[in-house]
């Protein structure tokens, strides 16, 4: 299996009812051999129209906070819980989530084999780290998830909402944190081999 036939898998899936709304099934973008992978709640409307992750309002937040923290977009890998739009921008349901992440987002994070994963709000915190918790509380602080380093960030979109620059503010803690998963990132051993196995939420026996 490659990222790229993965993704042709992907556009054609009619596994839920997001497929009804959507004008493209947006799966992922970037290098396919990642250390780092950021994780998203699901597309918004100009990823709905463009196919691309993160190319909004949000995206490009998300564009100049890379930037400022020196880490290329092109060296890390964008995707989100959800591939397809929910309606309205709604949150993804619990349905939802868990059958477009069994599909397509555990067999990304297998080919990728990223060695960190950076969850992007509440929605894929929840995500990685199995439980509802609020943002706020798990941020900014390093968890596991399979053996891989997981570092929640606030949304974008949240920084967006709340432009404050003042200490303590998200946008503060924000570059706080991205500055933390670019030291963490500098400090990895070199990436070899695909330490990590296909996983499933579900037990395996
Ligand atoms: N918000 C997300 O969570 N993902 C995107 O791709 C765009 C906006």
Same mark, same amino acid.
């Given at each position: ?56 309002? %949000? ?9 400022? %923290?020196? =880490? ?40 990728? %084999?990223?060695? =960190? ?6 929605? %894929? ?81």
């Amino acid at each position: 299996m490659t990222l790229e036939l993965l993704e042709a898998q992907a556009k054609a899936c009619t596994a839920c009812r997001l497929k009804e709304g959507r004008t493209q099934v947006v799966f992922g973008e970037g290098n396919p051999d990642a250390r780092l992978m950021f994780v998203g709640e699901g597309p918004g409307e100009e990823e709905d129209k463009t196919g691309r992750p993160f190319v909004g309002k %949000a995206g490009q937040l998300l564009n100049r906070i890379l930037e400022a %923290a020196g =880490i290329p977009r092109e060296e890390v890998y964008i995707t989100n819980i959800v591939k397809c739009r929910p309606p309205q921008n709604r949150a993804p349901l619990p349905d939802e989530a868990k059958i477009c992440t069994e599909k397509w987002l555990l067999k990304q994070i297998e080919l990728v %084999a990223p060695q =960190i994963i950076v969850p992007l709000g509440a929605v %894929a915190a929840e995500f990685f780290l199995g439980e509802k918790v609020p943002i706020t509380k798990v941020r900014g602080k390093w968890h596991e998830w399979h053996g891989i380093k997981v570092f929640p960030m606030f949304h974008p979109a949240y920084l967006l909402r709340n432009p404050s620059r003042a200490p303590g503010s998200p946008k503060h803690l924000t570059w706080m944190d991205i500055q933390e998963v670019k030291r963490a990132l500098e400090s990895l051993p070199p990436k070899e081999g695909r330490p990590v196995k296909a996983v499933s939420q579900e037990p395996l026996f």
